[in-house]
């Protein structure tokens, strides 16, 4: 069947933004990211800050205090705080599901590039997803970073190492994928020494093929 969707998973400092704005760009798809954020969010009338918190990976004791607010309360924790249960938020998992439903509905539209959260492991199932991981040895990602002029080597090196750890732990709330494999996608891509055109182009030619 025809790719009408791509899945571009992505590692940070791989270009995998660019790539996929190419990639749409070549094939007449539009490119979806914090879309996914924003119709998950007006589901149910959520802040999109809110419901992008759900993919971020939380410190244990972060944790702990959201179970605490959204089990039996924080009544007379620290200086007497209360929660107001008129504004806590859903459960995390209930956020998850909502991210979940909305790449379904996007999938859905056809031809489209979605970007992130996980799409690929969302509509594995489909024969219509064309699922591709953009990704590159953390060294040299992590130059790209310094080279940029944001970060020292050593920050930049932590920052992929942090953004690594958050993918991984990302995909086991949501997934329950306990490592990340490249059997995982249809293409795995790693920009070490490719430019993004070049990525695209290889992402292009093989969605073309499955589409004649």
């Known amino acids: 069947m025809a790719a009408r969707v791509i899945c571009l998973s992505r590692a940070l400092s791989a270009g995998a933004d660019e790539v996929a704005a190419l990639v749409g760009q070549e094939l007449g798809f539009r490119c979806v990211d914090e879309e996914i954020i924003a119709r998950a969010a007006e589901r149910q009338n959520l802040d999109p800050e809110e419901v992008a ?3 971020r990976r939380k410190s244990f004791l972060a944790r702990l205090f959201e179970d605490v607010a959204l089990g039996a309360g924080m009544a007379g924790y620290g200086s007497g705080y209360v929660t107001d249960p008129g504004v806590m938020p859903p459960r995390s998992e209930r956020l998850r599901s909502l991210i979940r439903e909305a790449i379904v509905e996007t999938a ?6 979605i ?3 996980a799409a690929s492991y969302a509509l594995g199932g489909r024969d219509d997803v064309l699922r591709v991981l953009v990704t590159g040895s953390p060294h040299i ?17 932590e920052e992929i190492r942090q ?8 995909l086991k709330r949501f997934y329950e994928v306990d490592r990340e494999s490249p059997e995982h996608y249809d293409i795995s891509i790693s920009t070490d020494a490719l430019t993004p055109a070049q990525a695209a182009a290889a992402i292009v030619s093989f969605a073309r093929s499955l589409r004649a």
Not at 108 to 113: L, P, S, T
Not at 149 to 156: F, L, Q, S, V
Not at 163 to 170: E, G
């Open 108 to 113: 859905e539209q056809g031809n489209v590039v």
């Open 115 to 117: 970007v992130a959260h």
């Open 53 to 55: 918190n759900a993919e």
């Open 141 to 157: 990602r992590a130059k790209r970073l310094a080279d940029a002029g944001t970060h020292t080597h050593d920050a930049a090196a």
């Open 163 to 170: 953004s690594d750890a958050a993918r991984a732990d990302y």
